[in-house]
């Protein structure tokens, strides 16, 4: 969810109000509608009442010259609304292409968020349909659009919904009741869980530096503003904080969001009801375009999370997916065709933009249908070529092959040889064994592994920050670290292309009582790269993930590893689709600290990491098992044909 909407509105700073009476119709709310200058529409400002009375500000254009009546565009955001807002429509812009084909554009507060009244929750939970008046975000979009298909003017009587992020979501959430005027929405970079994998939480380890610094900026005061460093690079900023119960007792009664943080430290009822995908239940009615970028460094577990909890509701062929070479929200900014110093050879978000998502609304809305949207079009990094498929992830032409971590740093299509072996071990409570082969390194808490080089800004640092693009960084600058590490292929032979959801299973243990694991699955560029002399020995991460072991058995019950005990962890990094070109080495790195983006885990079990104590942290000798009977591997999903 970043700091500014990046599709319609800019940010503006505005205040809270309380409940009012229901307002009056359009006509008499306002006065007479404004031209909006050089643009082409004329501007309403509404307080839209809903079914509680809370009215929430709208700001609505209205194009000055149409041949006929035209569908509504609608986003709803706590980000911040104003009468700029339709500059998105002028050329360069996100807008651009949508304006082309005609649409009244809506742009609204959430409730609680500047002009709007009411109260603002994060993320707040689908309300009980059996209290009369209850309200949610799909209540909301409900009212609202039967608000605007009835009072504004020159509507068709269609409307669409759509945003990136927390509009994404807000998006997301009006398909839960969705007015019968709702004929498209376009949940875009959308969360979907944020304990197990967008904003806040990945796999139950905490997001730390994105959690702190996006609940103090939603939540601290009418003015939204950064979080003040005295430390420009903020991994020494957050290290010197120490644990995280320091950071509770600074913000104690302050952000209610951090209280949320650490008094729901599991996978409990809190986080679960605020999920939407358990309420993605119905039959789905309208047709939905869910966008994802492959480098999303803030929401890319809730895109393919929404889509696969609608497609099993999908009887008429209306959900679909469209997945990019992006960052947050970078469909909607300039070209696409780079992203840090990777090139992808093509403007990859003009395409989205004049391709893909106006000829959906086109169709939807307009009712002017081109060629049939394919279920899931995504862009394959390495190829650099868009690829349609009828499933997401592929079912045909794919092999699951696992490839092996293997000795002195070698990564290989076949398994350990099993000479020396003890034998199949149990699934679960192994036996300690310093017989088996393993690589080990000792993690030190107190000098963690950084997620990307320093000095590392602050997240929505003005004067710029590295956040956006960390995930593309090249990996050297922790290569070769005595506390990560590494495995590589020799160079490839022949292309390797993967398509659908990456895997890693590993045998893995520590002295400590817990710990996290950090797996990456890397590009390692050719040692002289004469395509590009610069990118040369390059490492680009395509796939990467952490999961903290105490939730190995339980996301609700979290417990502790048994020291010096061999584990087995199984987690998901996430899909892709990449192609490993021919000269190329595949590398995985293993280490067990993301700092500060994960807060550190103390490596010694607590019930609650929010309330450790600073003894608590302490360095750990972790292993990595990769023997016959514990051969750790990644599981990949290798495009035929296919020739190791």
Known sequence: MPRRLRVLVPLLVGATATAAPIAAPLRAQLPAPEVAADTGYVRYNAMIPMRDGVRLNTEIFVPKRTSGKVPILLIRTPYGVGPNAVLGTQPGRSLYELAQD??????QDLRGRFKSE????????????????????????????????????????????????YAGWTAAMALLDPHPALRAASPQASPADMFLGDDFHHNGAFRLSYGYEYATMMETGKEIEPVKFDTYDTYDWYLKLGPLANATAKLQG??????????????????????????????????????????????????????????????????????????????NRAEGKTLGKIDFGAATSLYFRERIQAP???????????????????????ANEWRTYDSWPPKQGIQQRAL??????????????????????APTAMAADTTRAFDEFVSDPNKPVPYRPRPIEATYDERGSGWGAWQVEDQRFVH???????????????????AGDVLAEMFASTTGSDADWIVKLIDVYPDMDTTNVKMSGYQLMVSGEVFRARFRNSFEKPEALVPNQPTPVRFGLHGQAYRFKKGHRIMVQVQSSWFPVIDRNPQTFVPNIFEAKASDFRAAAHRVFRSADMPSHLTLPVKEPFRP
Not at 102 to 107: D, E, K, N, R, T
Not at 135 to 152: G, M, N, P, Q
Not at 404 to 423: D, E, I, K, R, V
Not at 484 to 496: C, G, M, R
Request: proline share 8%.
């Open 102 to 107: 005609g649409y009244v554009f809506v742009a």
């Open 254 to 331: 302050k952000l209610p969001t951090w209280t949320d943080f650490s008094q729901h430290h599991a996978y409990d009822e809190f986080w679960q009801k605020q999920t939407i995908v358990r309420y993605l239940t119905k039959p789905l009615t309208v047709p939905t375009l869910n966008v994802a970028g492959w480098w999303d460094q803030e929401d890319f577990f809730g895109p393919f999370a929404i889509y696969q909890a609608l497609e099993k509701q999908d009887r008429q062929n209306r959900n679909f997916l469209v997945v990019g070479p992006w960052n947050h929200g970078g469909w």
């Open 480 to 498: 070769n670290r005595p506390d990560v590490l590494s495995w590589q292929t020799e160079p490839l032979t022949e292309d390797v292309t993967i």
């Open 118 to 165: 009411g109260q603002f929750v994060m993320m707040r939970a689908p309300r009980d349909p059996k209290v009369r008046n209850a309200i949610d975000e799909a209540s909301d979009a409900y009212d609202t659009v039967d608000w605007l298909v009835k009072h504004v003017p020159n509507n068709n009587g269609r409307a669409g919904i759509f945003g990136v992020s």
């Open 360 to 382: 959906f609304f086109r169709c939807q809305l307009h009712g002017r249908c081109d060629a049939p949207q394919p279920e899931a079009l995504v862009f394959e990094s390495g």
């Open 404 to 425: 092996y971590f293997g000795p002195n740093g070698t990564l290989s299509w076949s398994p350990p040889a099993a000479a020396g072996a003890a034998g199949a071990a």
